[in-house]
């Protein structure tokens, strides 16, 4: 017999979605919501390293660091939420993402290239090259975003 | 002058609750959802492994590893949006976050420390010491939520 081991509610709240018997059996509102998570995370961790490679903050090698290792992860956590079980899940999703999926999974490779060579120029002492991965990773983000998410 | 990098509709989504002077000063209700954020994935990268430990779903090693490092990244999220601004966003977070800080941060002390002793365990090949570690992770998931979050 298996010992219960989490309290009733939060067994709750982690068994939404998933099945007993096949926990890959994700609810499609539930992926939805979980890549919209990260997606909102990206926004928390990128945010401020935006500003900075713009100037409109100071910038501080430990912060970009430390969001990049972030980053890092969260790049890995969006994309099989995009599961086409999600294709009729209301969300800012445009149609290319279920019908080009090639060419979305590139735009995905880009993100993590552009994520990894953050991380490693966030390792060093230059800054502008710092600044420039930044904003090499931005473009990223915004070249997907104008082929596969609607204009908010 | 700046080059403009990112897409006007993304500096929107990545401006949103970011001050152009100071980005720490990011809006209340952006915070409780960038928590909420890291919560659901928490969820969706913990909720396999408990089924795991609790031997509802096979017990895949790599799956483990793998969840245990983006935990590891996810774990360090939450914490600063509890941010007393946020003390009047209506979220399920109950009064004792904000009143009893010295305890809300033991019990993300102890859930940092299980998720390290979760990710060491999952590099080895001892598949029962890496069950325990979830099972005590997620006694630190539940103990939090017992003391800090309304019941759903």
Redesign the interface.
């Known amino acids: 017999m298996?010992?219960i081991?989490?309290?009733a509610?939060?067994?709750?709240?982690?068994?939404?979605?998933?099945s007993?018997?096949?926990?890959?059996q994700?609810k499609p509102e539930v992926m939805v919501?979980?890549r919209?998570?990260?997606m909102?995370?990206q926004?928390?961790y990128?945010?401020?390293l935006?500003?900075m490679?713009?100037?409109?903050?100071p910038f501080k090698a430990d912060v970009v660091a430390y969001n990049a290792?972030?980053l890092?992860?969260?790049s890995?956590?969006p994309w099989d939420g995009f599961d086409a079980s999600t294709k009729d899940v209301k969300s800012a999703a445009l149609p290319a993402v279920f019908a080009d999926t090639a060419k979305f999974k590139d735009a995905q490779d880009q993100f993590h290239g552009a994520v990894g060579k953050l991380v490693a120029a966030s390792k060093g002492s230059d800054e502008g090259a710092t600044k420039a991965a930044i904003?090499?990773l931005?473009?990223t983000?915004?070249g997907c975003?104008?082929n596969f998410?609607q204009?908010?």
Chains 1, 2 share one sequence.
């Open positions: 298996n010992k081991f989490i309290s509610g939060l067994a709750l709240t982690l068994g939404a979605g998933y007993l018997t096949a926990f890959s994700v919501k979980q919209q998570s990260a909102a995370l926004g928390k990128f945010g401020p935006a500003l490679a713009q100037g409109k903050a290792s972030l890092d992860a969260l890995r956590m904003g090499a931005g473009k983000c915004g975003h104008d998410r204009k908010p």
